[in-house]
């Protein structure tokens, strides 16, 4: 009975943020109803009706004085369990209850490399949840889709990863079929960069996806074997991997390479900006199959700076960066900036601080990074805390007085 199955849809969406009883049921226009399940023909609709008046447990309003003609259609209160059960649905009650254990039992396990975001994460949820709130792509109503998002997080950020594990491999890996992640890979990127507090593609975890795009703006020309492509964008545009492969080679009339952490503040702040056109401006955490193809096909010599965080996994995007370029890649804006209420260094942010410290492709950023290892906090690290660009052009904010002299 497709009809049915309309109305159980139908009043469902209805209750969908409840729940605490309703206090009255609400009736739903029976032909609209109809329409609704695709019945077009008279017949259909009339087996509907007939079909209707045999459930004892639904309600028919009738037109008076022509009780043939149905108009509405009503789930009367004491029997919306009976609803439930037919479809295997559960009230909003039973659903947020169901997400909330959920929660609480991966709040039992413990995390092995970073068990404060682990944690954070999970109190968020249950907070959220608390209120009814979704928190994307996680979903309050829908205790199943938090369970395998919760155990992918952990299955796929419990190990590190050797770069460039493939992305079917990494899925057989988790006992998963090989195109697991390629069809979940839009949740779990998104359910990351809830983890981690910034965009986090699976790239970041050392896992080569297959359709990796750059995001970009400002004038590009790609050369193929048989032609050549112009593209000169105002504001954001994406090339594929594929056309990146494709390319021979990549020019730009642009004076420089700048690109920026934040892609959905930052990146749009700064493309505004650039009235000259004088920067091609690339958006990138760490640095995705496409990113890296870009920076291959890109001139010798082309002068690249990067816009990031000043946290440790900012600091640690520009470590990546200059080690797939082979160009120098300098540092934009970036100085540890106090903060009286700023987070402390978490377990892995140490860990990672270890690591920047003794790498000596940082060690133009020592400063810096002592300083954010003295403080033991995050200070005030995030790109978009320093507001708009001031000027309409490079080097985009009046106070910049470190980049004049390298491009």
């Known amino acids: 009975m497709r009809w049915l199955q309309t109305l159980h849809e139908k009043w469902l969406n209805s209750r969908k943020r409840r729940v605490t009883p309703a206090m009255r049921s609400r009736p739903l226009d029976w032909e609209d109803l109809l329409d609704a399940a695709d019945l077009k023909t008279a017949e259909e609709r009339q087996a509907a009706v007939r079909e209707a008046e045999k459930i004892p447990q ?92 919760l155990k992918l997080l952990l299955d796929l950020t419990a190990r590190e990863w050797p770069e460039g594990t493939l992305i079917r491999d990494a899925s057989t890996q988790i006992g998963q079929r090989s195109k697991y992640l390629e069809e979940k ?48 964008l105002r504001f954001e545009s994406t090339l594929s991997v594929a056309e990146l492969e494709r390319a021979t080679h990549i020019t730009t009339t642009a004076e420089r390479l700048l690109t920026v952490e934040n892609r959905k503040t930052t990146f749009l702040q700064l493309a505004r900006a650039d009235a000259q056109r004088t920067t091609l401006i690339v958006a990138t955490s760490f640095p995705t199959q496409a990113v890296r193809l870009m920076l291959q096909k890109l001139p010798q010599g082309f002068p690249h700076h990067h816009f990031g965080d000043t946290d440790p996994s900012g600091w640690d995007i520009l470590r990546k960066l200059r080690e797939v370029s082979d160009r120098g890649v300098h540092s934009f804006e970036m100085t540890w900036r106090p903060k009286s209420d700023a987070a402390p260094l978490t377990q892995r942010d140490q860990q990672i601080l270890t690591r920047l410290l003794t790498d000596p492709r940082m060690a133009d950023c020592r400063e810096e990074l002592i300083a954010l290892g003295e403080a033991g906090t995050k200070g005030d690290f995030e790109q978009e805390s320093l507001g708009r660009p001031t000027l309409d052009g490079w080097p985009f904010y009046e106070t910049n007085g470190d980049v004049e002299n390298v491009g």
């Not at 309600?59 to 037919?86: D, N, S, Y």
Request: aromatic share 8%; net charge negative.
């Open 185 to 232: 890979q839009a949740f779990i990127e998104r359910a990351l960069e809830l983890l981690f507090g910034r965009e986090t593609p699976l790239e970041a975890l050392g896992i080569q996806t297959s359709n990796s795009v750059l995001h970009y703006c400002g004038p590009l020309m790609l050369h193929f074997a048989d032609h050549t492509k112009p593209l000169d």
């Open 58 to 149: 639904l309600k028919l309003h009738r037109l008076k004085g022509r009780p043939h003609i149905v108009l509405k259609i009503e789930v009367p209160l004491e029997f919306e369990t009976w609803l439930h059960a037919q479809f295997g649905s559960q009230t909003g009650a039973e659903a947020q209850q169901a997400a909330l254990a959920v929660v609480e039992r991966y709040t039992a396990k413990t995390h092995p490399l970073l068990p404060e975001a682990w944690n954070a994460l999970l109190s968020r949820l249950k907070a959220e949840f608390a209120l009814l709130h979704a928190v994307e792509p996680f979903r309050w109503r829908e205790a199943n889709r938090v369970e395998e998002l």
